[in-house]
C-alpha cells in the first residue's frame, strides 16, 4: 500500500498536531480509546472528530450516557462550533422502569436489565443513522453497569465487534475515574491516547498528549504538549531534528561591525548557533540584535523572541542607540513576538519558532533569553533536549540563530543557571572588568566550530552610536575575572630598573 493510500485509509481527527503523531489520523473501521481525567480535553476532541468527518461528508453519531444534549451543543458552542447536519447527539437515558421503585425485579439485579437496555440503545441508535463515525462518552458509565472486570471486557468485545461488521470508526472516551486503573480497554481497542493535565506551582496548567498504543502504524511517541483554546484542542508535536535533513551550503554573514566581524573571523555563519553570555548590563541583547539589524540591511527577514523584557522597553531602548526596531518590524522584515514564560509551554514555544521560519524564510532568530525560556518549564528538566532539537531543526534550515543567557554575578567567578555552551557552534563572551578607577566592558569569542577566530579581548562601549568595539586590549592581563594587571611598556620598565 503507498503512502497516498494508507493516508486515505486514515480518518482525520481535525487536529493538525494529532494527525501529525498519529501519522495521519486514525486508521478506519477500528475502535480507539482516548483517556484522561475530567477537565482534560476528551470531549473537546470528540466534538472535533465528528466536526472533521462532517466536512468530508462523513455521518456522525455522538452517544452520550453522561452528558446532556444542551451541554454538548454548548460546549460546542464555546470554541464556536455547531452540530448540525452531518452529527446527531444520541443522549442514552435509563429506561423509566429502571426509575420507577415498583418496576424493580426482585431476582435479577437492576445493573443487569440497564446494562442490556443501555448495549440495546446504542446499537439501535447505530442501525437508525449508519454514521461512519461514532463517539461513546464514557465508558466510566459502561464499567459501573458492568460491576465485574470479566462483564465489562465482555460488553467492550461485543461492542468492537458489533462496530466492525459496519466498518465505524469508533471513539471510545473513559473518564478514569475507576477507583483501580482497568487496562481491560487497552487490550481491545485499536489505538489509545492519552490526555493529562499539569498543574504547576506558577501559571496556568499545562496540558499534553501521549499515545500509549497504535497496533500496525509507526506513530510519534513521548509526550507531546497540548492547549485548548477557543477553537478548540492545539496540540504541538514533538521536534525531532533528525527528520529534517538538507544539503545546505553555509555561508558567512557580517554582523555590519567590522570589529566584530574580525572577532568572529569574519562573520556569523548561516545555519549555526550563537550564545552571547555575560552578567547583567552587558548589552547581550544588543549583541544579538545588530546581527538582526545587519541582516535587515541585507534584505532578510529576522525573528526576535523577547521573554524577559516589555517590547515598549526594549524599542525605546534600543532607538537609543540608534536601532529602530519598530521600523524594521512596520517594513515586514522584522517578526517580533513577547513570550509569556508562565503561560507558554515549551513544545508551543518550539512550534511558533518553527512556523515563522518556514511560513516567513526566517533567516536570523534571536531568543532573549534563555533564563526566559527555562522558566517557562518550571517543573521540567529537559531544556538542554529541547534546545538541542530546536537548534538542529534552524541550523538545517540556514537560520542563524542567536541566544543570550544571563549569568549571575558581576565580575570575579559567574555562574550561569544553564550550561547550554557545548550545544552553541559560537561563544561569545561579555565581561566588565575595572581599569583606571572606572567600570569598562570587554568581548571576546571563546568557541567557534565553523571556523577559526580571534583570540584576543577587545573592549567595547554602548552609546548613541550603539555598539562600538575598540582594539584587542594586549596589555592587560586578567580581565576575565574582572581586575586585571596592566602589563604595558610603563610596567616592564619599572620592572628592568636596578
Avoid: C
Avoid at 219 to 232: E, L, M
Avoid at 245 to 262: A, C, Q
Avoid at 457 to 467: A, K, M
Amino acid at each position: 500500500m503507498s503512502s497516498t493510500q494508507a493516508l486515505a485509509d486514515k480518518a482525520k481527527t481535525g487536529i493538525w498536531g494529532l494527525d501529525n503523531i498519529l501519522s495521519g489520523g486514525f486508521s478506519r473501521g477500528h475502535i480507539f480509546l482516548v483517556e484522561g481525567a475530567p477537565g482534560t480535553g476528551k470531549t473537546t476532541v470528540a466534538l472535533q472528530f465528528l466536526l472533521e468527518g462532517a466536512r468530508a461528508g462523513e455521518k456522525g453519531l455522538y452517544i452520550t450516557l453522561s452528558e446532556t444534549d444542551e451541554e454538548l451543543r454548548d460546549g460546542a458552542a464555546s470554541h464556536g462550533w455547531t452540530l448540525g447536519e452531518g452529527i446527531e447527539v444520541f443522549e442514552l437515558l435509563p429506561p423509566e422502569s429502571l426509575l420507577d421503585s415498583d418496576q424493580q425485579q426482585s431476582l435479577l439485579y437492576s445493573s443487569d436489565l440497564e446494562l442490556g437496555e443501555t448495549t440495546k440503545q446504542i446499537f439501535e441508535a447505530v442501525e437508525r443513522t449508519q454514521p461512519s463515525r461514532v463517539v461513546l462518552d464514557s465508558l466510566s458509565e459502561i464499567r459501573l453497569l458492568a460491576q465485574s472486570s470479566l462483564r465489562y471486557r465482555r460488553q467492550i468485545l461485543a461492542i468492537k465487534h458489533y462496530f466492525a461488521k459496519y466498518g465505524t470508526t469508533v471513539m471510545l472516551l473513559d473518564d478514569l475515574t475507576a477507583e483501580i486503573a482497568d487496562k481491560t480497554v487497552h487490550s481491545v481497542a485499536h489505538g489509545v491516547l492519552r490526555l493529562e493535565e499539569l498543574a504547576p506551582a506558577y501559571g496556568a496548567e499545562r496540558r499534553r498528549a501521549r499515545v500509549i498504543k497504535y497496533r500496525g502504524v509507526k506513530f510519534r511517541g513521548g509526550y507531546h504538549d497540548a492547549t485548548i483554546t477557543k477553537g478548540g484542542l492545539n496540540v504541538f508535536p514533538r521536534l525531532v531534528a533528525s527528520e529534517y535533513r538538507s544539503n545546505l551550503v553555509r555561508t558567512t554573514k557580517s554582523s555590519g561591525i567590522t570589529e566584530l566581524d574580525r572577532l568572529l573571523g569574519g562573520g556569523i555563519e548561516t545555519g549555526s548557533s550563537t550564545l552571547v553570555l555575560g552578567p547583567a548590563g552587558t548589552g547581550k541583547s544588543l549583541t544579538a540584535i545588530v546581527n538582526v539589524t545587519a541582516a535587515v540591511a541585507r534584505g532578510e527577514r529576522a525573528a526576535l523572541f523577547v521573554f524577559d523584557e516589555e517590547l515598549g522597553l526594549l524599542f525605546d531602548r534600543m532607538k537609543k542607540l540608534g536601532i529602530d526596531l519598530a521600523a524594521m518590524q512596520k517594513s515586514g522584515k522584522l517578526l517580533v513576538e513577547q513570550v509569556d514564560a508562565a503561560e507558554l509551554s515549551p513544545g508551543e514555544f518550539a512550534h511558533r519558532v518553527r512556523k515563522q521560519v518556514d511560513e516567513h524564510d526566517i533567516k536570523t532568530v534571536v531568543i532573549d533569553s534563555l533564563n526566559g525560556y527555562q522558566a517557562a518549564m518550571p517543573e521540567e528538566n529537559s531544556l538542554i533536549l529541547h534546545m538541542h532539537e530546536l537548534l538542529q531543526y534552524l541550523n538545517r534550515r540556514g537560520a542563524a540563530t542567536f541566544m543570550t543567557v544571563a549569568q549571575h554575578g558581576l565580575v570575579g567567578d559567574m555562574k550561569a543557571p544553564i550550561d547550554v555552551t557545548y550545544l552553541a557552534d559560537t561563544v561569545i563572551l561579555l565581561r566588565y572588568f575595572e581599569a583606571a578607577g572606572s567600570v569598562r566592558r570587554a568581548i571576546s569569542v571563546i568557541k567557534k566550530r565553523t571556523g577559526t577566530h580571534e583570540s584576543t579581548i577587545r573592549e567595547y562601549r554602548i552609546d548613541g552610536r550603539g555598539l562600538t568595539i575598540g582594539a584587542p586590549l594586549s596589555e592587560f592581563q586578567g580581565v576575565l575575572r574582572g581586575v586585571p594587571v596592566y602589563n604595558g611598556v610603563s610596567a616592564l620598565l619599572e620592572e628592568m630598573a636596578p
